[in-house]
Every structure is written in structure tokens, then in C-alpha cells.
């Protein structure tokens, strides 16, 4: 239980960081500051999850012997040739798949209930959410024609802009 514990506060940093990095490149390379928001949004989250994951580690007093992967954090957003809103919202989206299929592996494979119960509330509940999020966001920009879809992304990137704010101004306050 503590291998598998520890995997998945490694996966949930490193899912923080590919966030983080979906924010730079579709605030850098597309000018979508709501979208941005939205990526360092879950990026928060999920680095705050890690966190949270490995207090609870600490508190439960399994021993591990290292937190951290040796090889470190992999970057799989940096090889992008497509630049675009749909590509970085299917890219998260299959990052939340990844870690939500670990999550239900941990609690399958546990035999401890208070761990599955931490998983359940925790990671798991968030996970679903967030893949409910992307999913939705993506069917919202896809159901439109070509000619609409520029439009359509316009109008979900304000929408997300008034929902999590300008995350922009947290860099430069």
C-alpha cells in the first residue's frame, strides 16, 4: 500500500507541473488567459492533493524510502507540435485518465479502509470531477463547425476567465 500511495503523490506533483505548463502554453501561444486560469487552477489542486497525500502518508507512519522519483519529473508537454485549445484539453484529459485509473487501482488493490477512504475522498471524487470538466469543455468546442470553433473557444475562454479569474495578475501583483 505505502509503494502505491507514494506512486500516486509522484503522479499527482507531476500532474501539477504538466497543468502548469498547459497554463504557460495556451496563455503564451494562444492568448487565452481563462484557459490558462483553468490549467493553474488544477494545477493548484493537484499539487495541493500531492501534498496533502503525502501528510497523510506521514501521519499514517509508513515508511518509504524515497518520495521523490529518481529520474524525476518527465515533461510530456514540451514536444507539442499542434498548438491549440482542443489539443492541450484532450492532452489533460488523458493526463486525469492516468492518475484516476492509479487511483482506482490503489483503492482496488488496498485492503485497508481508512486508506480507501481517503482515496475515495480525496483523489478519486476530484479526478472524476475534472475529467467531467475537460470532457465538457471539449464537447462544448467540438460540437460547433470549423468556422464556429474559434467563436466557440472566444466564448468558453471568457467564460472560464469569469469563473477562476485572471490568474495573470497573481503573477505580476
Aim: negative net charge; charged residues 30%.
Amino acid at each position: 500500500m505505502k509503494e502505491c500511495l507514494r506512486e500516486l503523490a509522484n503522479q499527482e506533483i507531476e500532474l501539477a507541473y504538466e497543468y502548469l505548463q498547459l497554463a504557460s502554453k495556451v496563455g503564451a501561444q494562444n492568448a487565452y488567459p481563462g484557459f490558462a486560469s483553468l490549467f493553474t487552477k488544477l494545477s493548484d489542486d493537484d499539487s495541493s492533493r500531492g501534498h496533502e497525500l503525502v501528510k497523510y502518508i506521514a501521519l499514517r507512519k509508513l515508511s518509504i524510502n524515497s518520495l521523490i522519483k529518481k529520474e524525476g519529473i518527465k515533461n510530456h508537454v514540451h514536444a507539442f507540435r499542434e498548438t491549440g485549445v482542443v489539443k492541450y484539453l484532450e492532452t489533460a484529459r488523458e493526463f486525469n485518465k492516468k492518475i484516476l485509473q492509479a487511483v482506482e487501482t490503489c483503492h482496488e488493490d488496498s485492503n485497508d479502509a481508512s486508506a480507501q477512504d481517503y482515496l475515495e475522498s480525496h483523489l478519486l471524487d476530484h479526478h472524476i470531477e475534472v475529467g467531467k470538466l475537460l470532457e465538457d469543455l471539449l464537447n462544448r468546442i467540438k460540437t460547433g463547425s470549423d468556422a464556429d470553433n474559434a467563436l466557440i473557444t472566444y466564448m468558453v475562454d471568457e467564460e472560464l476567465l469569469n469563473t477562476y479569474g485572471d490568474r495573470r495578475k497573481d503573477v505580476f501583483a
